[in-house]
């Protein structure tokens, strides 16, 4: 799929670019299926800011994907759809009992093509089985950790796993870090590639795009005054911290690993830093 470039009329639009709408076949979203999203500008139920850089934006509905679709399912898709709220396509898909559903749309789905889900499903893109059922070497995503719990991971634009192994009571998959990770063989999981693959090359081009997109400025620290963040002040100018980079807050970051999760460590096996130092 390709991306749309512009010609450049003003400086902004010299280097923007966006996403090809090709296989969009539906400008409408079924109304059954979205509902109104409040815009938090990044605060919670107290009225803090626990997200920086967050407000404004563009008014949009939120659309109800069914991320655990029952099993024995046959479903035929009538539309490929944009949605806002997240980087993938999304399909409209009809039940053999007459139902509409939103589903993530993959690198494989057109209108018109009938997809199956369950055990006794065809090992076939599009098709959700169980990690059970598909043989080892496939492509996947929309995997659930918990089994019937819905689709968790590998839910973005262009993104896939690999099934790498079954051992025991549980399936080896290459995450698209490269990290490698247990689920049970009862977990669903998809067949193919979440489609938009050219998500990631999109270049924003200007700022008031991000505007748009509900994103706010953000200032550097090392501009800032010593007494609003520890990159800040100095008197020779402009430079460097001098130390490990901070938050404005003194918490170390930008490589400094923050990931505490003691319940899901033990079925990691191997981890996504000891992928990247083999590259």
Known sequence: MPIKQYNPTTPARRGMTSQDMSDVTTRKPLKSLIK????????????????????????????????????DMTLTIE??????????RIARVKDQHGLYHYILADTSMTKGKVIKTGA??????SNRLPLTNIPVGSQIYAIEINPGKGAQ???SAGTKAQLMAKEGDYAMVRMPSGEVRKFRLECQATLGVVGNIQHQNIKIGSAGRNRRK??????????????????GGGDGGRHGSGKPPRTPWGQLTLGYRTRRRKDTTKMIVKSRHDAKRKR
């Open 153 to 155: 991971m590998v839910r």
């Open 79 to 88: 539309e490929i759809e944009y949605d806002p709220n997240r980087s993938a």
């Open 120 to 125: 006794d499903a065809p090992v076939e893109a």
């Open 36 to 71: 109104s999203k409040k815009q938090n500008a990044g605060r919670n139920n107290t009225g803090r800011i626990t997200v920086r850089h967050r407000g404004g934006g563009v008014r949009r509905h939120y659309r109800l994907l069914n991320h655990r679709m029952a099993a």
């Open 214 to 231: 509900g994103i706010r400025p953000g200032v550097r620290g090392v501009v800032m005054n010593a007494v609003d963040h520890p990159h």
